[in-house]
């Protein structure tokens, strides 16, 4: 443990950093009754308008939007 002001942090060995993938990452504290459980923050869709946004639009397919919905079956 570490004293950083009224409070107190912990030093993680970088093997274990690794190894739970919490490299770069924010983190979250849960209590539990058997002590702290420190994981890795993920937010799995942060990044999806980003994604979404480099992909474009795709040009619509007027043929088909226009298409007598009779003469497709």
Do not use: H, Y
């Not at 942060?46 to 003469?71: C, F, H, I, M």
């Amino acid at each position: 443990m570490v004293k950083i002001g009224n409070s107190q942090g912990i030093r993680i060995p970088k093997a274990f950093i690794e190894k739970a993938k919490l490299e770069d990452c924010e983190l979250d504290l849960t209590l539990m009754e058997q002590g702290l459980l420190i994981s890795a923050n993920l937010k799995p869709r942060a990044d999806w308008k980003a994604q979404v946004e480099t992909l474009g639009v795709e040009p619509l397919d007027s043929d088909l939007l226009n298409a007598d919905l009779n003469s497709l079956s």
